[in-house]
């Protein structure tokens, strides 16, 4: 019996003239768990799509042990031949239904409907048991939609192992988690090893890639550069190995505060539970300043990014922005007074998916005169204007005439900075806005930020990535329970503390 669980042979897969996949080979074993890394559009979640059966290869074969340890060829094309053969895979945006309950969304289409009801308590007792198994904890009768992200994440994959995968995939499973909650998760994924199962993991943080697997397999531009054992790597190679060559770090100058742009006095918000609401939460963004907003996820962080957004209604205090009152806040009077936005949540709130990259870039602009005469939009010189933008943010994928969805999570993230950047804004409000980006990716977003910074734009900095606001901030809050402090500090310890509650 070969301890071999998964053969990838030879995937190619293109998209029209993208190249996403080129003749990829990849093995795993039982119980390994195998770092798949590559830049923002290198393939990675395409090759994953193809394993589960989501997408058709253009060709190649892949083989699956069966329950005797046997390769078997796996029915490509069908996610319920890849179910069935043990395949699990939590995917780069959750896929769980908000408004019921985590119990229902694992049980949801593994039991047939009718017999839910009497197979509550079984279902309920597996749950247990593998919850028991990997440690991964989750409040299973709460509605989906109030559970926090590493919440939601850990119901994800319990919904994997309830459907008995024993080789999981997980594509960037942290890039939405706290340093914390990732090292939890990664504690769970070595429990569900020793049972057995086979991880791949796609991720664009070296550090937790050289901490936590047994392998790397590297991805550029669709095509396998490299594969190697992680004790036997460091940073400096993979990042090599990604690239082609090593990011340049940011700087960061030293310059002169101006005028507040964006000032919150004694704002209150009631959310649907504590962890969106906001207690007399004061702050002042000036120009030439990024105000780093640190903090554990779920402490109030989206009430604060809906507040500057126009998207709560407040029961208490004010907003000026560029030294005027918004008397109604609303996402229109919040653009028109000057505020771009980077959200958190890029695919719900960043585009629309259906739309054409072009026209998710002009879509906050649309009553500039060179984007519509006399109310009628101008396609040509959108898409001109597009091209533009795409080639000067190096957005990468099928193009601007595209629909916006079909772009990979990082190119996402390119097109709304070109959006929000190219207005020229006189505040930023960026939320997690590395959050999924390659190390190049990153590096050009902190650049941009900064770039503004000196343009004379405040930036309200909301991250969970603590290294990027030490890295960018000039000022740093902490927002807990709804509350925010400000922090002389800049220590990574102590801030860290501060966000867990410790008295400073
Ligand atoms: N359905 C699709 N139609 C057209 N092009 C696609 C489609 N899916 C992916 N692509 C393109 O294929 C390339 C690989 O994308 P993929 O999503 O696999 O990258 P990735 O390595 O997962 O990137 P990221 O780190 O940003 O998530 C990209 O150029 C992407 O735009
Ligand atoms: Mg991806």
Same mark, same amino acid.
């Given at each position: ?13 293109? $998209? ?10 990849? #093995? &795993?074993? @039982? ?13 990675? !979640?395409?090759?994953?799509?193809? &394993? $589960? ?41 959750f896929?769980l239904a908000e408004n019921i309950n985590a119990l229902d969304n694992i049980t949801l ?8 009801? %009497? ?19 989750a409040p299973l009768s709460t509605p989906v939609g109030r559970l926090s992200v590493?919440e939601r994440?850990r119901v994800e994959?319990?919904k ?17 988690? #706290?340093?914390?909650?990732?090292? =939890?998760? $990664? ?24 901490? $936590?697997?047994?392998?790397?397999? /590297? &991805?550029?531009?669709?095509? +396998?550069?490299?594969?190697?054992? !992680?004790?036997?790597?460091?940073? +400096? ?15 960061? #100058? +030293?310059?002169? =505060? ?6 919150? +006095?004694?704002?209150? /918000?009631?959310g649907r539970s504590?962890r969106d ?13 990024? &105000? ?6 779920g ?8 507040? /500057? ?8 205090? !004010? ?7 918004? #008397? ?17 949540? @890029? ?53 601007? !005439?595209?629909?916006? @969805? ?38 050009? /977003? ?6 503004? %910074? ?51």
């Amino acid at each position: 019996m070969s301890n071999i669980v998964l053969s990838l042979n030879g995937l190619s897969k293109k $998209f029209g003239s993208v190249v996403a996949n080129a003749d990829v080979s990849l #093995t &795993l074993e @039982r119980g390994e768990v195998l770092a798949l890394l590559g830049e923002n559009g290198a393939g990675k !979640t395409t090759l994953m799509n193809m &394993l $589960f059966g989501h997408y058709l290869p253009d060709s190649g074969t892949i083989d699956v042990a069966d329950a005797n340890g046997q390769l078997c060829p796996l029915q490509l094309g069908h996610p319920l031949a890849a179910l069935s053969a043990g395949i699990g895979m939590v995917h780069q945006h959750f896929t769980l239904a908000e408004n019921i309950n985590a119990l229902d969304n694992i049980t949801l289409g593994a039991e047939p409907l009718l017999a839910v009801r %009497r197979s509550t308590r079984l279902a309920r007792s597996k749950i247990d048991r593998i919850i028991e198994k990997s440690g991964l904890k989750a409040p299973l009768s709460t509605p989906v939609g109030r559970l926090s992200v590493g919440e939601r994440q850990r119901v994800e994959i319990l919904k994997a192992l309830y459907r008995d995968a024993n080789i999981l995939v997980l594509d960037e499973p942290t890039a939405v988690l #706290t340093p914390q909650e990732a090292d =939890t998760l $990664f504690e769970n994924i070595k429990a569900m090893t020793k049972d057995g199962i086979s991880v791949i993991f796609i991720s664009h943080k070296l550090h937790e890639v050289l901490a $936590f697997s047994d392998r790397i397999a /590297v &991805l550029r531009h669709g095509v +396998k550069v490299g594969e190697m054992a !992680t004790s036997q790597a460091d940073e +400096k190679a993979i990042a090599r190995m990604m690239v082609g060559a090593e990011s340049p770090k940011v700087e960061r #100058t +030293k310059i002169a =505060t101006g005028d507040p742009v964006l000032q919150l +006095k004694n704002i209150s /918000v009631a959310g649907r539970s504590k962890r969106d609401s906001l207690e007399f939460v004061s702050l002042e963004v000036h120009a030439h300043e990024i &105000l780093g907003i640190a903090g554990i996820s779920g402490n109030g962080q989206g009430a604060l990014a809906q507040v /500057v957004s126009g998207l709560m209604t407040l029961s208490e205090g !004010t907003i000026q922005v560029g030294g005027k009152e918004i #008397t109604k806040p609303a996402p229109q009077a919040m653009i028109s007074a000057g505020v771009g936005r980077i959200p958190e949540d @890029r695919h719900r709130e960043g585009i629309i998916g259906a739309m054409t990259v072009a026209e998710n870039m002009v879509i906050e602009r649309l009553e500039d005169s060179d984007i519509q005469s006399r109310g009628l939009l101008r396609p040509d010189a959108i898409e001109a204007y597009a091209r533009i933008l795409e080639h000067s943010y190096d957005v990468r994928g099928p193009g601007v !005439t595209a629909a916006a @969805r079909l772009l990979s999570g990082g190119n996402i993230q390119k097109l709304i900075l070109a959006r929000v950047f190219e207005r020229a804004p006189k505040v930023i409000l960026a939320s997690q806005p590395t959050r999924g980006l390659d190390m190049g990716a990153a590096a050009e /977003v902190g650049r941009r930020l900064l770039e503004a %910074r000196e343009r004379g734009a405040g930036v309200l900095l909301i991250s969970e990535d603590l290294d990027e606001i030490l890295g960018l901030a000039d000022r740093i809050m902490i927002i807990r329970d709804g509350q925010l402090v400000e922090t002389k500090s800049h220590d990574r310890e102590a801030i860290g503390l501060m966000m867990a509650g410790e008295a400073a």
